[in-house]
């Protein structure tokens, strides 16, 4: 897990400040740090934790179709299951539409700037 500890002495102090040594200081270095060590693994803990919720409540919404008795009711809970099963459809195909346009993360790592003049 990302702990503040972790974000603040390895990420910030060890790799984008390289310790101290600012001499070695290069921007697109930092934000590909940054990038790679402290946002991307917040984006998948957020991406994972969307789709464990849509799940619970997909099997709430169809237990409560199967149990019960009202039309109405079962008319709500299957609206609840399609509109949850979409989410979690676009949840999951949004990674592979992302590498579609830009190509996989280690392809756009490869390819990036290396200096401004590479901008």
């Not at 310790?19 to 270095?29: M, Q, S, W």
């Amino acid at each position: 897990m990302v702990s503040a500890r972790y974000l603040a002495n390895d990420v910030l102090f060890n790799n984008v400040l390289s310790g101290g040594n600012l001499a070695t200081f290069n921007g697109i270095d930092v934000a590909k740090i940054l990038y790679e060590q402290a946002v991307f693994p917040f984006v998948k803990i957020a991406m994972y934790l969307a789709l464990g919720i849509l799940f619970v409540i997909v099997v709430s919404r169809v237990i409560k179709y199967l149990t019960s008795p009202s039309e109405e009711v079962q008319k709500q809970a299957m609206t609840m299951i399609a509109r949850n099963v979409i989410g979690i459809v676009v949840i999951l195909a949004s990674k592979q539409i992302v590498e579609l346009i830009l190509g996989t993360e280690t392809q756009v790592m490869d390819n990036t700037a290396q200096n401004l003049g590479d901008i």
